[in-house]
């Protein structure tokens, strides 16, 4: 049973684009939705996280939306760089449970130049 | 020097080989993961640990053991290597105490056995 579902498997943006995945979660329990980002030959790093008691979060040219009634949600990636040019995964857990990560596939993004 | 250091970065042998990969870190953080991550499949769980005392079967245990020396050391076997288990594992660590706290990987060990 795949309890995080992440689209697309892969995408491809030019420079300045915006860059758009998408992520559904079916466990009404899971309270904290982080996105790493994995470069090749390097582990994933967190990137940014949401707790569903919020709609949006911004860091930068990275922003979570959050729809909470339709247990989705998105990572956005404003004037998408090459460098940005990454594998990205969304996740989810519950705090205060067994902190298990449960992660999406995974979307393999390529921003060309 | 990195938070979470895995050994070796590399690794090449042949079925029915035991295999140890090694993790250490230097965060000071009590938790310890390890996955495994294949192409199109994303990272899946193997064992987690929450202390030195405190082993758990994740979702894809079986063929593999976990032993945890020290807070800060957590190592894979692969008692008998098979083709299947060629993957890429990651180890990762979380602190208790910081609620929410997010996970930190290694760089991770290509493991391909043959």
């Known amino acids: 049973q795949q309890q995080v579902k992440q689209s697309p498997q892969s995408l491809i943006v030019q420079k300045g684009g915006i860059s758009i995945i998408n992520c559904a979660y079916e466990?009404?329990?899971?309270?904290?939705f982080p996105w790493y980002q994995q470069f090749p030959g390097k582990g994933p790093a967190l990137l940014i996280a949401?707790?569903?008691?919020?709609s949006e979060k911004k860091e930068g040219r990275f922003t979570i939306s959050f729809n909470k009634s339709a247990k989705q949600f998105s990572l956005h990636i404003m004037d998408s760089q090459p460098g940005d040019s990454a594998t990205y995964f969304c996740a989810a857990l519950t705090i205060g449970s067994n902190y298990k990560l449960t992660f999406g596939k995974g979307t393999l993004l390529t921003v060309n130049p | 020097d990195a938070d979470v250091t895995q050994t070796p970065r590399n690794r090449i042998t042949k079925t029915g080989k035991r295999i140890m990969l090694e993790c250490s870190q230097t965060?000071?953080?009590?938790?310890m993961y390890w996955y495994r991550q294949d192409p199109g499949l994303g990272l899946r769980l193997i064992y987690y640990?929450?202390?030195?005392?405190?082993?758990n079967k994740g979702e894809i245990s079986d063929g593999y053991s976990v032993s945890r020396q020290a807070q800060a050391k957590f190592s894979l076997s692969l008692e008998s290597a098979i083709p299947n288990q060629t993957a890429l594992y990651f180890c990762a660590t979380s602190a208790t105490r910081q609620g929410n706290q997010p996970q930190h990987f290694g760089d991770g060990t290509r493991l391909s056995i043959l």
């Open positions: 949401i707790r569903p008691d919020v």
């Open positions: 640990s929450f202390d030195v005392k405190d082993i």
């Open positions: 965060k000071g953080h009590d938790r």
């Open positions: 466990n009404t329990a899971f309270d904290y």
